[in-house]
Every structure is written in structure tokens, then in C-alpha cells.
């Protein structure tokens, strides 16, 4: 089990800006246009503007037109984790279909879950309160 590539890629891209902006004080020496972003992060430049994209329609990276254009994180880095991304990515995380709002299972005795269920939703909690302390501020030092 992995995360899908371009998950991959949005940590990446994410990581590239968190080092810019925890290695400078000046707001504009934050901003990287979307061709250093792909250079730095050897993503192909086509899909980094795709992903750049969603992470600024999730409100992770804000977007400047102009001279002094680029791409910034919005959100401090002590706020912003593993998971924030992976959700914007891929949706909220879950360990198995089954978990999902209005599945039904079928594998369960007279109409309840089955047994797995529960494991999985165990599995899922610790997976999520896992990637929720991964703050990109300890990650980038």
C-alpha cells in the first residue's frame, strides 16, 4: 500500500515551499515560480502546475501574478501537515472502502458490519492521528 504518485508530488512541492519559507524572512524570497518548484522537486512541470493548482483551490499555497509572482504556503508551517495534503489530494483517507459513507457491506451476519470494519477503522484512526503530527515545521529543519 502507497500513496498515489501524485501525493508524492504534492509533499514535495509542498516541502520545496515550507524550506523556502522557514529560510527567509523576506515574504517575496518565499515565492517560487512554478518552474523552479518542478526543477527543485523533479516534477514535470505540467503536472506540478496541476497540483499547484489544487493546493491553491485547498488554500495551502496562494498564487502571484507579476514580477514578484510565485507560489507561497498560506498556512504557518506549524500548522500544516502530511495529512492536510494527502487529503486535499486523494480525499479524507481510509483504510478500506469500507469506511466509507454509505457503503454497504455485505460480509457481516444479519446486517452489521463485519468483524474487519473495526479493525480497519482502527487502522484509519492511527494512520490519520499519525500524519496530523507530521507538521511541516519539524519536517523541514
Known amino acids: 500500500m502507497h500513496i498515489t504518485l501524485e501525493t508524492d508530488y504534492a ?5 520545496t515551499l515550507a524550506k523556502a519559507a522557514a529560510h527567509s524572512e523576506d515574504a517575496r524570497e518565499n515565492r517560487m515560480d512554478a ?3 518542478a526543477e527543485r522537486t523533479e516534477v514535470p512541470l ?3 502546475l496541476k497540483i ?3 493546493l491553491v483551490s485547498g488554500g495551502i499555497v496562494k498564487s502571484y501574478k507579476g514580477v514578484y509572482g510565485g507560489y507561497e504556503l498560506t498556512a504557518a508551517l506549524s500548522r ?3 495529512y492536510d495534503v494527502i487529503e486535499l489530494v486523494e480525499g479524507e483517507y481510509r483504510f478500506s472502502r469500507c469506511l466509507s459513507e454509505g457503503y454497504s457491506c455485505s ?3 444479519d446486517g452489521l458490519p463485519c468483524s474487519y470494519r473495526a479493525v480497519f477503522a482502527d487502522v484509519t484512526d492511527t494512520v490519520k492521528e499519525q500524519l496530523k503530527k507530521q507538521t511541516f515545521d519539524k519536517l523541514v529543519k
Open 52 to 54: 499547484l493548482r489544487k
Open 46 to 48: 505540467r503536472f506540478a
Open 35 to 37: 518552474g523552479t518548484i
Open 107 to 109: 460480509c457481516g451476519e
Open 80 to 82: 500544516l501537515s502530511i
Open 11 to 15: 509533499i514535495r512541492i509542498v516541502d
